[in-house]
């Protein structure tokens, strides 16, 4: 049972930058698609960034093209999310998530089988 934790949230101010950092423990997350993803309060869940196994094929939410960057370490089990010149819609709480089927891009909640607690980013002038 693969566990995520996330971390490097914080409060910050646009134009700013926060690094996350997915941390996967009890196997090896080498071989799965791995997603960001966040949840605004009184929104629903969306797919941010997702990297593949290989971690040469990416997704980006249109909004944070150019802003975000997902890269991974599969010696050390992390994947991490870049984030640049971060805006007020960018405020919410970011979860990690792990699909184990390493032949898609995965897009949905759904798809995903893992996930971690989640860590807040706001963002406040």
């Known amino acids: 049972q693969v566990q995520l934790v996330e971390s490097g949230g914080g409060l910050v101010r646009p134009g700013d930058s926060l690094r996350l950092t997915c941390e996967a423990s009890?196997?090896?997350?080498?071989?799965?698609?791995m997603g960001w993803f966040r949840q605004a309060p009184g929104k629903g869940r969306e797919l941010v960034a997702a990297i593949s196994y290989h971690g040469t094929t990416t997704y980006y939410l249109t909004s944070v093209k150019g802003r975000f960057t997902v890269t991974r370490d599969n010696n050390n089990n992390l994947v991490f999310l870049q984030m640049s010149d971060l805006k007020f819609e960018d405020a919410a709480v970011y979860y990690c998530?792990?699909?184990?089927?390493?032949?898609?891009?995965?897009?949905?909640?759904?798809?995903?089988?893992?996930w971690g607690q989640g860590t807040q980013v706001t963002v406040s002038s």
């Open positions: 009890g196997g090896s997350i080498s071989d799965y698609t």
């Open positions: 998530a792990a699909d184990t089927l390493r032949t898609r891009l995965a897009r949905t909640e759904a798809e995903y089988e893992y």
